[in-house]
C-alpha cells in the first residue's frame, strides 16, 4: 500500500470514531469522546448541593464550597464511565478557577477520584502557593504507588479568573495556562492504560477529609477524554474565562427575566461600597459597584472607570465658611491626605521655627492638632507612597540650629501612629517637593530656589533605591528661583514642569516643560511666564490643561509698570497635532501664588490664591466655573489675606476647601453648599 493511501486509510479511520489506540483498546469501550462536566455531576437539577454557594467576581460566577462537609460534594465515577470501569489513558483536563491566597506548606484540592475502601487518590488536582501538583495512582501486582507530576511557578494566587488546561499522554504532561506557553514534564511513570474506577467516586474541592478544601471559586471542571482540548480552549477571546461546559446555575441569567418569578439560581455578588474616596477600576473590580455616600451616586466599574449608574447631580450653590484653624504661625503651604485605616489629615507648613509645623486630623467634623514636627520656615509637604510604606517630605527653607540646610522626608509609624524622621536631604531655600512613579520606578524631585543670593541653581530629582531603601540622586535640572514642580502624564507619556520665579534680575523668564525619554527627563517645552508660582494640571473631558499662576511682574533693566502684581495668569491647552501647549485663556490675578482644580457634580471650577494688589494683602480670591466655549468664568469671590495655599478635599461630610495665609497665623476651611 502506498504511503499517501495508508495516510488516508488512518485519517478515515479517525473520522469514524476511531479515537487513539493503544494496541487493540479504545477508550469509546468507557466512554464517549465527548466532554464530561465533573462540576455539573454535582449539582442537582433545579438547585444546589449542601455546602455550594455562587459568587459572581469580575462578571463571572463561580461556586464557592464549604470545607464542612467535604463527603456532600461527591458523586460515583460510574455516572461519567457508563461503559467500563477504567479512566481514559489519554486526556484533558480543563479548569476554571479563581483562587484566593493560600498560606505557604499548605495544599487545596481541586478535584480527586479515590476508591470507596482506600485512602489513596487514584487521580486528582492539587494546588500549593506557585505550584500545580497532578496525582495518580500506579499499580502492578505486588502493590501500588502515588506518583506526583508536579508543575512549578504556577502563580495563581492574584484573586484573578483564571483556565487551566492540563493534556496527559503516557509518560507526558502538559499544563497551559491562559493560552500562554505550555509547560512541559516528561517523567519516568506514565499515567497506567488501565486505571480501574470501580467503586470509586469523584469529590469535587477535597479529598474526603476537611483538609485541604479549596477555598477559592470553581467555575469549571471537564474532563475530555482522548484529546488535547488546548486548539479547542484558545481561541480569540477571553482566555482567562472560556468555557467548554459550566453548570446552568453559573451560565449568564437572561437580560429580562420572562415572568415576575424570582431567580431560579441565588448568588452573591462582590459589591464594593466606600465612603471615603474614589477607589481604583481595574479589571480586578470590574462588574463590582461602588457607591459614593458623599455624592449619593452608585457607579460600575467597566474595568477601567466607574460608569455612573444612579447619581444625583450636585452643583455648587454658594460657598459658607465653616472652621477658623488657628495654625502655629503663617502658612506656606498645605497638603492633604488620607492614611488608610488612620484617617484624614492636614500638613501645615508654618514660617517659624518654634514651634515648628503642626499636622491636623479631622475628628467628628473639624481639624484638630494631631502632631507637631521641628521644621525650618517650612514651605510645603509632599505625602506619597511607596508599596506599603508612606512618607510625608518637608521642604524646609532655612538652615537648622546646626548651619545645616536639609529638608526632610517622615515615614508613617504604624506602631506609634505618628510620622518619624527617615531621610535627610540637602536641599538650598527648598520651595516644594513632587512625588511620582515612572515605569514602577519612584522619584522625589525637589525645588532649590536660590544658594546665597544665586538663583540659578541646580533642581534635584532622586530616585528611590529599594535595595537600600533610601532615595539617591538621579538627576539634576538648571533652574532659576523656582517654586514648584508638576509632574503628569498625557498617555504614555510624563512629563515635569517647573515654575520658574526669577533670575537674579527678572521675573520675566522662561519655565519650563519636560518629557521623560530614554531614562532622563528633556526638555519638550518652554513658556514665558512672570514670577511663575505655581503649575497646576487638569482634565476636562478629554482635553488637558495647564494653568500657570504669575506673581508679579518685574525688570531690572525696564520701566517699572504701574502695578507689579496686577497681572495675568494663564491657561493653556495640549494641541494633540501641535504637540505642545498653546495659551487658551488669560485671567487677571493679583500676585497669584496658587491655583486649586476642582469638581462639583459635572462642574468643573479653578480656584486662584490672590496674595497681594500692590496695596493690601487683604483681597478676594476668586473661584472660575467652566462655561465651555466661554472658558473659566468668575463665579465667587473669596475674601482671604495673604492667600498662599488651596487644597480642595471630600469627606462623607460633604465637600471642602482648604486655604492658608502667609500674612496671619490663621487658615480658613470653607465648606462648598450644592444643591
Known amino acids: 500500500m502506498s504511503a499517501p493511501l495508508l495516510l488516508w486509510v488512518i485519517l478515515l479511520h479517525w473520522a469514524a470514531g476511531g479515537g487513539f489506540i493503544r494496541g487493540s483498546r479504545t477508550w469509546q469501550h468507557c466512554t464517549d469522546l465527548r466532554p464530561l462536566d465533573i462540576l455539573s455531576e454535582v449539582v442537582p437539577a433545579g438547585g444546589l448541593a449542601h455546602g455550594m454557594r455562587v459568587f459572581q467576581v469580575q462578571g463571572v460566577r463561580g461556586f464557592q464550597l464549604a ?75 505486588t502493590g501500588g504507588w502515588q506518583t506526583r507530576v508536579t508543575f512549578p511557578n504556577v502563580s495563581l494566587s492574584d484573586s484573578q479568573w483564571h483556565t487551566l488546561i492540563l493534556a496527559v499522554s503516557g509518560q507526558s504532561f502538559s499544563l497551559t495556562v491562559d493560552c ?54 484558545c481561541t480569540p477571546m477571553n482566555f482567562k474565562v472560556v468555557t467548554l461546559s459550566v453548570p446552568s446555575v453559573l451560565q449568564d441569567l437572561p437580560a429580562k427575566p420572562a415572568s415576575n418569578e424570582v431567580l431560579k ?45 444612579l447619581e444625583v447631580k450636585q452643583r455648587l450653590d454658594y460657598v459658607e465658611e465653616y472652621q477658623n484653624l488657628v495654625t502655629n504661625s503663617e502658612t506656606m503651604g498645605v497638603e492633604v491626605f488620607t492614611i488608610p485605616r488612620a484617617g484624614l489629615f492636614a500638613a501645615m507648613a508654618n514660617r517659624y521655627t518654634p514651634p515648628g509645623s503642626a499636622i491636623y486630623k479631622w475628628t467628628d467634623g473639624k481639624f484638630v492638632p494631631y502632631q507637631n514636627i521641628p521644621t525650618y520656615q517650612a514651605q510645603s509637604w509632599k505625602y506619597f507612597t511607596i508599596g506599603k510604606k508612606i512618607f510625608l517630605a518637608v521642604a524646609n527653607f532655612e538652615q537648622n540650629d546646626r548651619g545645616q540646610e536639609l529638608s526632610v522626608i517622615y515615614k508613617w509609624s504604624r506602631r506609634k501612629e505618628k510620622f ?101 527627563f528633556q526638555l519638550f517645552q518652554s513658556i514665558l511666564t512672570f514670577g511663575a508660582a505655581d503649575w497646576e494640571v487638569f482634565h476636562i473631558g478629554d482635553r488637558v490643561f495647564l494653568a500657570v499662576a504669575n506673581s508679579h ?32 485663556q488669560d485671567l487677571l490675578t493679583y500676585s497669584a501664588l496658587d491655583w486649586e482644580f476642582f469638581s462639583v457634580g459635572d462642574d468643573s471650577f479653578l480656584v486662584v490664591a490672590n496674595s497681594f494688589d ?59 453648599k450644592t444643591t
Not at 509547560?183 to 467516586?201: G, I, Q, W, Y
Open 67 to 141: 470545607a464542612s462537609r467535604p463527603r456532600a460534594l461527591c458523586f460515583p465515577a460510574s455516572r461519567l464511565f457508563i461503559h467500563c470501569d477504567r479512566f481514559p489513558e489519554e486526556f484533558s483536563i480543563i479548569v476554571t478557577l479563581r483562587v484566593l491566597g493560600v498560606p505557604a506548606k499548605r495544599n487545596e484540592y481541586v478535584f480527586t477520584l479515590m476508591a470507596e475502601e482506600s485512602p489513596s487518590v487514584l487521580v486528582g488536582l492539587r494546588y500549593a502557593p506557585n505550584k500545580l501538583h497532578f496525582l495518580f495512582w500506579s499499580q502492578e501486582r
Open 180 to 233: 500562554s506557553v505550555p509547560k512541559d514534564v516528561l517523567v519516568e511513570t506514565p499515567f497506567p492504560a488501565s486505571l480501574s474506577v470501580k467503586r470509586a467516586n469523584f469529590y469535587l474541592g477535597n479529598r474526603r477529609r476537611r483538609k485541604g478544601v479549596f477555598t477559592g471559586l470553581l467555575r469549571q471542571l471537564v474532563l475530555l477524554p482522548g484529546a488535547d482540548a488546548t486548539p479547542r480552549i
Open 265 to 309: 439560581y441565588p448568588y452573591e455578588t462582590d459589591t464594593k461600597v466606600t465612603l471615603g474616596s474614589r477607589p481604583p477600576c481595574t479589571t480586578q473590580e470590574k462588574a463590582q459597584f461602588w457607591f459614593n455616600a458623599s455624592r449619593r451616586g452608585l457607579y460600575l466599574c467597566n474595568g477601567s472607570a466607574w460608569i455612573s449608574m
Open 420 to 520: 518619624v524622621p527617615y531621610q535627610r536631604i540637602t536641599t538650598h531655600s527648598a520651595r516644594d517637593w513632587e512625588a511620582f512613579v515612572i515605569e514602577g520606578e519612584a522619584f522625589l524631585a525637589v525645588v532649590n530656589h536660590r544658594e546665597g543670593n544665586n538663583h540659578n541653581i541646580d533642581s534635584v530629582i532622586y530616585r528611590w533605591n529599594p535595595r537600600t531603601g533610601l532615595f539617591e540622586t538621579n538627576q539634576t535640572i538648571p533652574t532659576s528661583g523656582a517654586y514648584d514642580w508638576e509632574f503628569f502624564t498625557i498617555g504614555p507619556y510624563s512629563f515635569l514642569a517647573v515654575a520658574n520665579t526669577f533670575n537674579g534680575t527678572s521675573t520675566k523668564i522662561y519655565s519650563h516643560i519636560y518629557i521623560w525619554l530614554s531614562g532622563s
Open 553 to 584: 511682574s518685574y525688570d531690572s533693566g525696564m520701566p517699572a509698570p504701574s502695578n507689579f502684581y496686577a497681572i495675568n495668569s494663564s491657561i493653556y491647552e495640549l494641541n494633540v497635532t501641535a504637540q505642545m501647549f498653546v495659551k487658551f
Open 614 to 672: 500692590g496695596f493690601t494683602f487683604s483681597v478676594n480670591s476668586i473661584i472660575y466655573r467652566w462655561q465651555g466655549y466661554e472658558g473659566f468664568v468668575a463665579a465667587h469671590h473669596l475674601p482671604t489675606v495673604g492667600c498662599r495655599d488651596w487644597e480642595a478635599f471630600h469627606t462623607t461630610e460633604g465637600s471642602y476647601l482648604l486655604y492658608t495665609s502667609a500674612k496671619e497665623p490663621l487658615s480658613k476651611v470653607l465648606k462648598l
